[in-house]
Nanobody, 125 residues
Framework: QVQLVESGGGSVQAGGSLRLSCTAS???????MGWFRQAPGKEREFVAA????????YYADSVKGRFTISRDNGKNMIYLQMNSLKPEDTALYYC???????????????????WGQGTQVTVSS
């Protein structure tokens, strides 16, 4: 069983930065992990994913070049560094785990078994 707790959300002006953290309880060092987000009235949206060993990453086009995903398996944590934030980045951000041991990285929400409760990010113009 895996439990995920996100932190680091908050309110920031457009152009600012935030760093989200996700602490995992349970063994996650062998699993791919990622971030999704959901804005009010919208479906959950893939943001970024990272392979179990940190060797490969995958980003949504909307955040590529602005966001960076990373992980520290020794601490059972993953991070999302968000720079050049835009009002359209406003959403509840979720940390996720994929236990399938698949070859590639997934962008479909249905493929991630474990989800945190989310941390709110609000970007004002």
């Amino acid at each position: 069983q895996v439990q995920l707790v996100e932190s680091g959300g908050g309110s920031v002006q457009a152009g600012g930065s935030l760093r989200l953290s996700c602490t995992a309880s349970g063994r996650t060092s062998s699993y791919d992990m990622g971030w999704f987000r959901q804005a009010p009235g919208k479906e959950r949206e893939f943001v970024a994913a990272i392979k179990w060993n940190g060797g490969s990453t995958y980003y949504a086009d909307s955040v590529k070049g602005r966001f960076t995903i990373s992980r520290d398996n020794g601490k059972n944590m993953i991070y999302l560094q968000m720079n050049s934030l835009k009002p359209e980045d406003t959403a509840l951000y979720y940390c996720v785990v994929d236990t399938s041991l698949r070859w590639g990285l997934e962008n479909r929400a249905s493929q991630y078994e474990y989800w945190g409760q989310g941390t709110q990010v609000t970007v004002s113009s």
